[in-house]
Every structure is written in C-alpha cells, then in structure tokens.
C-alpha cells in the first residue's frame, strides 16, 4: 500500500497528488511515468512523474479528472493509501547537448512539459517554454515554468489570459523570425502535437512527442500502447512504454494515433457514470 502525504487541487478538473514510494523517488528522471491501481479491483493507469523528492521518498503526481479511474483517484484524501504503484518506467528524456530548447505544454500536458523544461535548464541549456490552455481557469503550474524558462509564452483559446491563440503562433512567428533551437519537445493532447509538427516542418527543426496512447501492463507484452512510426519509407510497430513516450514527431503516424486513442471513448463514459453513481449510492448510505 502506498500512502498519499499530500494533495492540491489545481483546478476544478485537475489535482496533484504527492505519493509515498521512496524506490521510484530515487529513481525517476524526466520523461519518466509510473504506472498505478487505486484499489485491488482497479484498472492500471499510467501517470507521468511530475515531480520527486528522493529524501521524503515521495513521487508526485498531476492528473485530469476524466474517466472512472481518476474519479476514484480523485476521492481520495492526504493519509488514505492506494494499493499499487510501480515505476519508473520508460525511457527518460534526452536533455544533453542542447544549447536552446522550445518546450510545449497543452493544459494537463503541462505537468509532463515542467519536469522536462526543469531538466533542459539544469543541464544549461536556454529555454522557451510555450504554454496553453482553454482559458484562464485552466491554467496550472504558470508560476514553475517561469521560473525555469528563459522566455514563456502563455496561450489561452479565448484570450482570457496571456497572449490569446493556440501554442503553434508564437512557436511560427519565432521560427519565421529566424529564431533556431536545438530541439522543439511538445506534450499535450494528440492534435496540438500534430499540428506543432506540421507547424516546425518547413524549417526542419527537430521535434520531439511524448506519446500517451493506451497503455495496459507497462512491459510492452500488451500491445496496447503501440505507435506506428514511418521511417524512409517503411512502417515501423514501436510500443510507448519500453521504447517512448518520447518520438521524433516527423515519424509519427498521428491519424492512427489519435484514432486508437479514441477507440474506448463509449466504454470510459459509460464507466465513468457507474462510477459517480457508485460514490453517490455510498454518500447517500
């Protein structure tokens, strides 16, 4: 059992969750995930590090509220244990030999983007650090990315806060300025990841996904987390867990991505309200 020592809400859909699991604290870097069941009956759901303190032995967590899962995740309080946490898993990012980075964060994907903007910095390099949202509500974590960044550029879609428009503007006014980096690293939602590939494609600046497909057993056995690369000219089957979650972006196949990604759509709906109608039956009792 695994205890949690601390929790925050950051939004109304989004909450942090710091765990006691003092092997993973010593262990995780950047990039890295674990993977985690709320109780002996639960599904396994990955969950990327957001951040470690090796000396409390604690592994911190941020998650959305979507789906069944992260609504029992989401009930429970500082002290209550969950049944299962193992991780590190996947590889970490690549941070070394980059003199200037652009990182991308959409809404929840933020909390993967910081622990990797924190890492490129810590390793010298320059950073600019892109960050959107729905509005101004939504936002999370402004205040960390700013304080790790060279230079930051808040989105939000209605213009309720920072610059208004989407994460590829200011990334093409940049790069159609001249502006160079080393590496572009984009996370967040499947589509935004497309489009700032589409978006740096005409300069050829190398881009880097964190990919969150479905992932089941974390080993690379289940098949689940799959991702098609097109590489000169062949198609290639890599699995998120064991190779990624970090891709060359220009590689993905991004329509077969996101299709899967909305395979189990129907059924998480379904299992997300037998879930609050449970917890509703147990407040009513």
């Known amino acids: 059992m695994y205890r949690i020592v601390n929790r925050k809400e950051l939004n109304r859909t989004v909450t942090m969750l710091e765990i006691e699991a003092p092997l993973a604290a010593r262990k995780a870097k950047a990039g890295q995930f674990i993977i985690l069941r709320v109780d002996e009956d639960g599904e396994r759901v990955p969950f990327t590090v957001y951040q470690t303190d090796p000396e409390r032995g604690t592994v911190s967590i941020i998650f959305q509220v979507l789906g069944a899962t992260t609504k029992k995740l989401n009930q429970k309080r500082t002290g209550e244990y969950i049944s299962d946490f193992a991780g590190p898993l996947g590889i970490a990012t690549n941070t070394a030999g980059k003199k200037r980075v652009c990182i991308i964060g959409g809404g929840v994907g933020c909390a993967i983007a910081l622990p990797i903007a924190r890492a490129f910095k810590a390793n010298g390099s320059h950073v600019t650090s892109i960050i959107g949202f729905r509005s101004r509500d939504l936002i999370i974590l402004k205040e960390e990315f700013r304080a790790c960044s060279d230079e930051i550029h808040i989105m939000t879609d209605d213009g309720s806060y920072g610059e208004h428009g989407n994460v590829c503007m200011p990334l093409v006014k940049m790069l159609g300025a001249g502006e160079q980096f080393d590496e572009i690293m984009t996370v967040g939602p499947m589509m935004m990841m497309k489009f700032v590939v589409e978006a740096a494609r005409p300069y050829k600046t190398p881009v880097t996904v964190s990919m969150n497909p479905i992932m089941i057993d974390g080993t690379g056995m289940c098949g689940g987390c799959r991702v098609t690369l097109n590489r000169n000219g062949e198609r290639i089957t890599k699995f998120a867990c064991v ?22 759509v129907d059924f998480e709906r379904r299992a997300y309200e037998n879930t609050c109608n449970l917890l509703r039956k147990r407040e009513d009792e």
Do not use: C, H
């Open 243 to 264: 190779d990624g979650p970090d891709f060359n972006g220009y590689e993905i196949d991004f329509d077969e991505a996101i299709s899967r990604n909305r395979m189990y």
